[in-house]
């Protein structure tokens, strides 16, 4: 148990949120006022809340949230679960993780942003080609995540269920699963972010829908900054969700450790 | 009748940087429903024989037969309690103790009836859905003596179970240990380095010296009845046993 602030309780907390919320607000539309920005450089934040509202009513920010939506949760249980089954084999087979590791550290090296055209080269422009970058993105480090996860086991459980005679299913469902799973979903919760980033930037070399082209559309074309604010926004919402729902589920799962 | 565990000539040799003869030549044996100690120094390799006789470790020479069969391996018959707590964290009390059952593929209704059985015979009832981390050291030993005997083993092997725990609860916990063992009377092999616990708990104590462990000889402590309690720690034939017990050690070094 950390120590008991005054701040721990759960109304407060909401009210300080809310506070430092509010003076955000207020210090960005004093900036505006002061500075007389015009509203392609530095929109109010009425602006913004007037466009999002419009965005919202007229069906434009769903129709690219919706698309955004599907290539950010398409690459998530693409590349965790493909990243989760290669880390798993490579953290249990020696010789894999020798002859294989190479290539994917040298995939890692080469940063999403250079891969991404070469992935719609391939892939075409479709919604396969952003949930390929997304899966991209996290993969790498999901599947660090998962042999360390792995290798974490502690081998005195691995001799109990040896002792019990247990088959390699009921070792993996067992023991391993469990026992890994802290570090699993620790790793679940930053692939979430990544998620979002590897969409974003697929988008952003080919694309005709999604909040990624939405960015791209009013910054470089219509000058829309409001617009833009409101994708923005909209994505960081999406990030803060998906985040908060892994760390809901691991705090429902983990509740043995206390 | 004969021996139901008999332990014929067994060596034991591990590889580190170069070979290291762990166990040298142990012959021992157990009847059936007999409670043995293995007592030595530590470096003594009682826990690699124990090890053996779980099936986790292969003899390098010599056999270990326990019912008339060699052992080959682990088997669902052989019950393990570890020297440290190994109870899986994320499972309750009631799931660890059913794990064994869940494992061997036991059906629902009798695999409820047995753990339930077994949280009673160890004292836990009550405890089924507390996490290990919230027992004591003594309660989890008891959960993890309850997962051992959960299948009804005809052999129980312990690994100096309650070794973490401090004096006054040892000393409950092998009257506990006695009770629970005259519900089945399995035969039991426990390790330990304490010679007062071994002669306490034991029918008959074996004496291993250290590098290569080898056997230097057994006492009887057929002169104890049973039940044990611990006023006999007080009798002069206790102190000739465990006496008895010193002197082989002694003899060996």
């Known amino acids: 148990m950390t120590t008991q602030g005054w701040y721990t309780r759960g109304w407060i907390r909401g009210m300080l949120l809310l506070f430092s919320g509010l003076l955000f607000l207020l210090l960005w539309e004093g900036l505006v006022r002061w500075q007389h920005y015009p509203p392609y450089i530095l929109p109010s934040p009425e602006l913004v809340a007037r466009k999002g509202l419009r965005a919202l009513q007229d069906g434009t920010l769903w129709r690219h949230t919706r698309v955004t939506l599907v290539e950010i949760l398409g690459g998530l249980a693409l590349g965790v679960s493909g990243a989760t089954v290669l880390g798993y084999l490579l953290a249990k087979h020696p010789l894999l993780e020798h002859l294989v590791g190479p290539y994917v550290v040298a995939a890692q090296a080469i940063p999403v942003v250079a891969l991404a055209p070469l992935v719609i080269l391939w892939a075409g422009s479709g919604l396969w080609a952003k949930i390929l970058v997304a899966a991209l993105t996290l993969f790498f480090p999901t599947l660090v995540n998962t042999m360390v996860g792995i290798r974490s086991v502690e081998q005195r459980y691995m001799e109990l269920m040896r002792v019990l005679n247990a088959n390699r299913w009921q070792i993996f469902r067992l023991v391993e699963v469990p026992a890994a799973l802290p570090i699993l979903l620790g790793g679940l919760k930053i692939g979430t972010v990544l998620a979002v980033i590897g969409a974003v930037v697929g988008e952003f070399v080919a694309a005709d829908q999604g909040l990624g082209f939405l960015i791209n559309l009013t910054s470089r074309g219509t000058l829309d900054t409001a617009l833009l604010f409101v994708a923005v926004g909209t994505l960081v919402l999406i990030a803060l969700a998906l985040y908060s729902g892994v760390g809901y589920v691991e705090s429902r799962v983990l509740r043995w450790r206390g | ?253």
Not at chain 2, 185 to 210: L, N, Y
């Open chain 2, 1 to 253: 009748m004969p021996p139901i565990l008999s332990v014929q000539d067994v060596s034991y040799v591990f590889v580190d940087t170069h070979p290291v003869r762990a166990l040298d030549g142990i012959t021992l044996e157990a009847r059936s429903g007999e409670f043995i100690a293995l007592v030595g120094p530590s470096g003594c390799g009682k826990s690699t024989l124990l090890r053996l006789l779980a099936g986790l470790l292969r003899p390098t020479e010599g056999r270990i037969l326990f019912d008339g069969r060699v052992l080959r391996g682990p088997r669902p018959d052989i019950g393990l309690v570890f020297q440290e707590v190994n109870l899986l964290p994320w499972r309750t009390v009631e799931a660890n103790v059913r794990l064994p059952l869940e494992i061997l593929g036991t059906p629902r209704a009798e695999a409820d009836a047995r753990v339930r059985e077994m949280l009673d015979l160890v004292g836990l009832r009550g405890f089924e859905n507390a996490y290990p981390r919230q027992l004591s050291g003594g309660m989890q030993q008891r959960a993890a003596l309850a997962r051992a005997l959960v299948k009804l083993p005809r052999l129980l092997l312990l690994d100096e179970p309650f070794g973490a725990l401090d004096a006054l609860t040892r000393e409950r916990m092998n009257l506990e240990l006695l009770r629970i063992w005259a519900h089945h009377r399995q035969t039991t092999v426990m390790v330990t380095h304490s010679i007062q616990e071994a002669v306490f708990v034991a029918d008959r104590v074996w004496v291993m010296t250290p590098r290569p462990g080898r056997i230097a000889g057994s006492v009887s402590i057929a002169d104890l009845p049973r039940p044990r309690t611990l006023e006999m720690m007080a009798w002069p034939e206790f102190g000739r046993l465990t006496q008895a017990v010193r002197s082989l050690i002694q003899e060996a070094e």
